[in-house]
């Protein structure tokens, strides 16, 4: 197993026991980085066919959102992962009739790059919206205007009159809602 | 649809999922529940046998399946999940399925050296294997459940050892029923339907198993 491989899998392994505690974030990521690996397993797998790629990774990522269970923590996490991957792809290219192949070990480990920055941003609009959702529209937008400091709230004096009640309002659902975080 | 679109939809529904030991735990405790009556019962069975050597013989074959049951049943949860890991249980399977028959070849070897007189035919045998294939679907049929539950990889493989482990289990509860004084009987009868269930459950297994 090539030092590569090791990496990606401790970090998905890590993703994986965060997200069976219900960590949202967690799973999103997990998620979102297995797609990167089985792409890339795919295209390995169908070089004539890599238009047809995406239909067997959603089909790919339905299976193992769907049987997460059957994943015990005992073996490598890629290694699973393989084996529902080449199953699906197996079952995908007899359903048109196709020949499939013995399924050589996959080596381009270091070729895989897990795209960290976009999960990360794609991860704190999913926390702004977590959080905001207990909040009206009229709130919602006082605090989209405000500007947070180092430790106060400031807002443009144009507007600090009509969003100066809607934003205290905001603030004290959000520490009704997330103030034992604080 | 796009990817991206999908890996949202799928985060929304990540809830916690029911936990796949809870229907293994129900197949072992069927399986150690029945295995705890069948000794209590072999014990009262044994009471009635006379003769040392046919006791002898009983257990013999009693232990022979469920060792057969045991390692069965071991590769079977192997295979209900990617990479499942059966270890020594292949080695424990052949092991049990040779003690079965030595048996067997032993009394054949007898009986062609003019030793023993003794043989059975194949409609005595014949028209019991039926009822236990018979009695033996419904856990073929629980233990298929629990496969399109699980992620096989290997169906067919999936589905016949799904066939062997209801076979096995409908022997033993066979051996402890019947009152069959030729235990070479029941060796017979258990063999034949473990092998027509293996052929049953490999045949239905790549059909019926889907995820």
Same mark, same amino acid.
């Given at each position: 197993m090539s030092n590569r491989q090791v990496d990606i899998e401790q970090e998905l392994n890590s993703l994986w026991v965060h997200s069976g505690f219900g960590d949202d974030l967690c799973y999103l990521q997990l998620m979102s980085e297995l797609a990167v690996v089985l792409r890339k397993f795919l295209e390995h797998l169908m070089p004539d066919h890599s238009n047809e790629v995406e239909d067997v990774l959603q089909v790919c990522l339905l299976a193992v959102h769907l049987k997460?269970? !059957?994943?015990?923590? !005992?073996? @490598?996490i890629t290694d699973w992962l393989y084996d529902i991957c080449v199953f699906k792809w197996m079952l995908y290219q007899r359903q048109r009739g196709r020949t499939t192949k013995p399924v050589m070990a996959?080596?381009? @480990?270091?070729?895989i790059v897990l795209n960290q920055t976009l999960h990360s941003a794609h991860a704190s609009q999913i926390d702004i919206g977590k959080i905001s959702r207990n909040l009206s529209a009229k709130q919602r937008l006082a605090v989209e205007r405000a500007q947070m400091g180092d430790s106060s709230v400031c807002i443009s004096r144009a507007t600090q009159g009509r969003h100066d009640a809607d934003l205290h309002a905001a603030i004290k659902v959000l520490y009704k809602h997330w103030g034992h975080l604080c | 649809m796009l990817t991206s679109e999908l890996i949202q939809m799928l985060c929304s529904d990540h809830l916690p999922k029911r936990s796949a030991r809870i229907p293994l735990s129900y197949f072992f405790a069927v399986g150690v529940l029945t295995a705890i009556s069948f000794y209590s019962f072999n014990a009262w069975h044994l009471s009635k046998l006379g003769d040392l050597v046919y006791r002898g013989y009983f257990q013999y074959l009693l232990c022979c399946q469920l060792l057969i049951y045991a390692s069965s049943a071991k590769i079977f949860v192997a295979l209900? +999940?990617? +990479?499942g890991y059966a270890g020594y249980a292949i080695s424990m399977l052949a092991i049990g399925l040779l003690l079965l028959w030595i048996p067997v070849l032993l009394a054949s070897a007898y009986q062609r050296l003019g030793l023993s007189a003794e043989a059975i035919s194949l409609n005595d045998w014949l028209p019991q294997v039926m009822w236990m294939v018979l009695f033996a679907l419904p856990w073929m049929v629980l233990l298929f459940m629990h496969l399109r539950f699980m992620a096989p990889i290997h169906l067919r493989l999936s589905g016949a050892m799904a066939g062997l482990v209801s076979g096995t289990l409908t022997a033993m509860l066979q051996l402890l029923s019947g009152k069959e004084e030729n235990l070479s009987f029941y060796i017979y009868s258990d063999s034949f339907t473990m092998v027509l269930l293996i052929l049953i459950g490999a045949l239905l297994g790549s059909r019926w198993i889907r995820w």
């Open positions: 997460r269970h !059957t994943y015990v923590g !005992t073996g @490598w996959f080596d381009q @480990w270091s070729e | 209900s +999940r990617p +990479r």
